[in-house]
């Protein structure tokens, strides 16, 4: 089972900047688990990497620390280049263009005069640099960014790749195409690539001297290759297996390359990919799609690779071995709190971690299992049940110390797990599977029913009253599991609120509502197209839902609206649970811990044309204050800022902002309506570290 909203806005200053910041931030993997498309190294210790939402992160030690650069966008950004470590560049979705001149502390959009996707970018020099993108658009600049010309490529075909060798000499690749051109744009030529497959699509390309050009065809699980400047071209076929297509490619010289591919291998050659060796150092945790996707050859010793899950790996021999530096962990399918700040969160391979300080730190705890666990339930703080694939089921009965294998009678996976009390409890999952524990699960007893499909969730509001839902027919009983009886179908998830009304998820963000304990329900819409995967109800009124593609949406009159909020991620999101009001965690794929203290949304408008002289954190006004209050500070450098508010007792009560910030003038509208009257104190952090503390005095 996957398990008083207060609103802050910052005000309108003179010429400003207005972005929304999103109070779930990652606990991890830090600093982001989003797919990174692109990575870029100027040396082997300063890069960055970009990828979905927005997301650019920057290292300056060669991979050991990574942090978060604010883009101001949310577009997908698929490509990045620099050519020094202050002046670089990225595009990706709706045509965006951004231009960095600091070393990525801050980013200005620039024109492109389309709104088709921008795939590759490459920039030649301090003026001269290329872009490719869909139906054949390739933009060249002449004057550092400022301006971008179409140029005529003389095709419409969708582009994924663009490389220069110079200012003069490039090819661009995409479907079932690769064009070259020697005179900087002006004019395109294809190439006779013996393309075989009739889908096949131009990944990579790398223009490596006057003769030397590598390109990279997925479906055809080949590099081509010219070495007469593209009078002809010749294939080599990759070792890997097809259904694992190669996504990008990188070569040093004309001897030493590297290619990643989408499920998680990276090959190797030493002599022109002629032959290719499989790498065996790494292993990804799982085989999901887009588990590797792009590659950077920084000199004879060190590579990057990069990937989902916020994932880079690197090399410092050549690609012998890779270690990772960031991301790459395994998909976490269910959480639940029985604390303020105990928690346990489970996922792929036997994963159990658990948090004893609020998601601050997750540890891993040893489950004696390597199957997948799907959910996770807590009865109190120290007896709690896991159960996942192959008929796993776990118990404890020591807040998670120690976990011991239960015998389930199942051999189907298992999905849902939902106790009345230590030792009632019914698990659910594949092939409409059902089984009970009266004895704390000593004992398992098959329960049949007439649904078909597979079952995804339970939930009981008594020992008595309980519904299942799944892909077949959802099934609901009024007798504690002696009969079930079919429902509706096509569900994902399902919580009771009360012993009458509970809510359930399904597909294309549709929400299921019934105030009879599941004899009828009503059809929501959650006002999001992906799959709800995961629903939790603070009380009546309050919930959120969660989804695929990152999808979070929340209502707040019980059900009647839901509002989609901002996205932090692009990845699946698997379940979401609710401490309070404001303390909620969200996991999903590749190790997605997501957490929120304010319970939903923060728009940010900031006037960041001025740069202020010093740090400062004005008295809130008014003051004392009824129901709202303004809170003004100013940061004269790039930093990572956190504004907390405490109680009288030095209690944690809200996280106000929590983001990197660029120099600038902000100011924090503060609506206490939800809080009791007394004196509070707020604190600003810069970089984690505490600047200033002042009081204010709320009275009703």
């Not at 620390?65 to 604010?70: A, F, G, S």
């Not at 998601?359 to 040893?366: F, V």
């Not at 120099?663 to 600003?684: E, K, R």
């Amino acid at each position: 089972m996957k398990k008083t909203l207060l609103l802050f806005y910052i005000l309108f200053i003179s010429i400003t900047y207005v972005h929304s910041q999103s109070t779930w931030f990652w606990q991890q993997p830090l600093p982001t688990g989003n797919l990174l498309y692109g990575i870029d190294f100027v040396n082997e210790n300063t890069g960055f990497a970009v990828g979905t939402v927005g997301t650019i992160m920057k290292t300056t030690n060669g991979g050991s620390n990574w942090i978060h650069l604010t883009s101001n966008t949310q577009v997908n950004l698929l490509s990045v280049s620099f050519i020094n470590e202050n002046t670089g560049f990225t595009c990706g979705g709706n045509g965006v263009i951004l231009r960095t001149t600091n070393g990525g502390m801050n980013w200005v959009g620039l024109s492109s005069n389309t709104s088709l996707a921008l795939t590759g970018i490459d920039i030649v020099n301090e003026r001269i640099g290329f872009i490719s993108g869909d139906a054949g658009k390739i933009l060249k600049t002449t004057n550092g960014g400022d301006t971008w010309i179409s140029q005529n490529s003389g095709t419409s075909t969708t582009f994924n790749c663009i490389n220069f060798l110079d200012s003069l000499r490039g090819a661009a690749g995409g479907f079932r195409q690769l064009i070259k051109t020697t005179d900087g744009g002006a004019s395109w030529q294809n190439q006779n690539v013996p393309f075989v497959s009739s889908t096949a699509r131009v990944m990579g390309v790398q223009y490596m001297d006057t003769n030397t050009i590598f390109s990279l065809v997925d479906l055809d699980n080949k590099i081509y290759k010219t070495t007469n400047g593209g009078s002809s071209w010749f294939g080599v076929s990759l070792i890997t297996p097809i259904e694992n297509l190669p996504s990008k490619l990188s070569f040093i010289d004309q001897n030493t390359g590297i290619v990643v591919n989408y499920l998680g291998i990276i090959s190797n050659t030493t002599n022109g990919g002629l032959n290719w060796l499989l790498d065996s150092s790494f292993q990804t945790n799982n085989r999901q799609l887009s588990n590797l996707w792009n590659v950077d050859f920084v000199n004879e010793n060190i590579a990057y690779v990069s990937g989902g899950g916020g994932k880079v790996i690197k090399t410092t021999n050549g690609g012998s071995n890779y270690f990772l530096t960031t991301g790459g962990r395994t998909n976490l399918e269910s959480n639940i709190f029985v604390n303020e700040n105990t928690g346990f969160t489970v996922g792929y391979d036997g994963v159990i971690l658990k948090t004893t300080n609020a998601g601050n730190n997750w540890l891993q705890q040893n489950s004696n299992t390597t199957q997948n666990l799907n959910d996770v339930f807590f009865v109190n703080s120290e007896t709690g049940y896991v159960c996942g694939d192959s008929g796993v089921v776990l118990k404890t009965v020591d807040g998670g110390e120690n976990w011991s294998i239960l015998f389930s009678t199942a051999k189907n996976n298992l999905s849902g797990i939902f106790f009345i009390n230590e030792i009632v409890g019914t698990i659910v999952g594949k092939e409409a599977k059902i089984i009970k524990t009266t004895n704390g699960g000593l004992n398992w007893i098959d329960q049949t029913n007439g649904s078909g499909g597979d079952f995804r969730s339970v939930s009981f509001v008594n020992e008595n009253t309980g519904i299942i839902v799944g892909d077949g027919e959802d099934a609901r009983t009024t007798n504690g599991g002696l009969d079930w009886n079919a429902t509706s179908a096509g569900v994902f998830d399902i919580v009771f609120v009360n012993e009458f009304t509970a809510y359930s998820t399904a597909g294309s963000g549709i929400i299921g509502k019934t105030t009879n304990a599941g004899e009828s329900w009503q059809i929501l819409s959650g006002n999001v197209s992906e799959n709800l995967n995961s629903i939790f109800f603070i009380n009546s009124e309050n919930g959120y839902s969660v989804g695929d593609g990152g999808a979070m949406t929340k209502t707040t009159n019980g059900g009647l609206n839901w509002l989609p909020q901002q996205k932090l991620t692009n990845n699946d999101l698997k379940s979401v649970n609710f401490i309070n009001s404001n303390t909620g965690f969200i996991s999903g794929d590749f190790g997605a811990i997501l957490k929120t203290t304010n319970g939903g949304l923060v728009f940010i408008t900031s006037n960041t044309n001025i740069t202020p002289n010093e740090f400062t954190l004005s008295q809130n006004y008014p003051n004392p204050f009824n129901s709202s209050t303004k809170i003004k500070y100013t940061i004269k450098n790039p930093s990572e800022v956190s504004l907390k508010l405490y109680n009288i007792e030095g209690k944690e009560i809200q996280t106000l902002v929590r983001e990197y910030q660029i120099p600038g003038i902000y100011n924090v509208l503060f609506d206490a309506t939800n809080l009791p009257s007394g004196i509070y104190f707020y604190s600003i952090y810069l970089n984690n570290v505490l600047k200033k503390t002042k009081k204010l005095n709320f009275i009703k």
